[in-house]
Nanobody, 122 residues
Framework: VQLQASGGGLVQSGGSLRLSCAAS????????MGWYRQAPGKQRELVAR???????TYAESVKGRFTTSRDNAKNTVYLQMNSVKPEDTAVYYC?????????????????WGQGTQVTVSS
């Protein structure tokens, strides 16, 4: 199983950006999918999470500005970032709990994407 994130880049304060993360492999199902971020010198923190049923959780700092969604048929999670601020600058990582087919059984495990840089200029 692999997670491939895309959509990061440089954006001006107040602008918008959309991140995507697609899971691939011998996937049976995906459970929670989400986004974390890590700024220089800081710990990785949860930004947003979405369950397979569509229930969402957000960090207080992004509520009302960021929206996460998913396409279960494509095993893809999205993060729509609006009204971005310089303090949103970080490497963003996607995370997913995935059940996949091994040769003999179904196995559930958590996976991380490679990270995508988001830089917000003031």
């Amino acid at each position: 199983v692999q997670l491939q994130a895309s959509g990061g880049g440089l954006v001006q304060s107040g602008g918008s950006l959309r991140l995507s993360c697609a899971a691939s492999g011998r996937i049976f199902s995906t459970d929670n999918m989400g986004w974390y971020r890590q700024a220089p010198g800081k710990q990785r923190e949860l930004v947003a999470r979405i369950t397979s049923g569509g229930k969402t959780t957000y960090a207080e700092s992004v509520k009302g500005r960021f929206t996460t969604s998913r396409d279960n048929a494509k095993n893809t999670v999205y993060l729509q970032m609006n009204s971005v601020k310089p303090e949103d600058t970080a490497v963003y990582y996607c995370n997913a709990v995935v059940t996949y087919y091994s040769d003999t059984a179904l196995i559930t495990d958590a996976y991380w994407g490679q990270g995508t840089q988001v830089t917000v200029s003031s």
